[in-house]
């Protein structure tokens, strides 16, 4: 295996050891993990730090987020496609708050510019706006605000704590954007609050 592979096979097998162990996982359980000798782990990286900053970046990477997004199929109605979005948004940010729970983080680490120059993150929120813009017309705002407001929204609902242990569904999310939570949206002027 040349030196690259190796080194991406070790940052493959230890993601899932830092959402199970933390930073607290050992150069053992990583050689075990990767079938391979614990020494190996030292002939493509400096040190154990070095690999674990490589892991949290590449668990932290949103490239396959954006990829899935770019799946949603852009002939299903409205509400079928931000499902499709709000399912990948969920998946994401829960797999982060967890990532970062068990690693004792606050928040991801800072990244730097990808290889190729691409703003990954921005890219997922234009890519979002597109897929909502055929629809624009029948919205009260423009798919940049929808895609705001359903980012918030799932950012909220996806979060352990934020969501009081309750999280909110992605059709949950979806309708309480599109329809809101008044029963009859025709008497809106009536209703006291």
Known sequence: MQPEERRAALVAVTVPL???????????????AAGVAEGTIFRVFASKEELLHEALHSAFDPE????????????????????????????????????????GMVQPPHRAPSRDGRDWN???????????????????????????????LTFAGSHWEISHHQLLTPEEIVDTLLHGTVKDPTDRGTTSC
């Open 122 to 152: 921005r890219e997922a929120l234009e890519l979002v706006t597109d897929i909502i813009r055929a629809d624009e017309e029948s919205l009260t705002v423009p798919a940049e605000q929808l895609t705001r407001l359903l980012r918030l």
């Open 64 to 103: 396959p987020m954006v990829e899935r997004l770019r799946a949603v199929d852009l002939g299903a109605p409205l509400r079928e496609r931000l499902v499709q979005v709000v399912t990948v948004l969920q998946e994401r940010f829960v797999e982060i708050f967890r990532l970062l729970t068990a690693v």
């Open 18 to 32: 830092l959402h199970e162990k933390g930073m607290a996982v050992s150069t053992r359980d990583i050689a075990h």
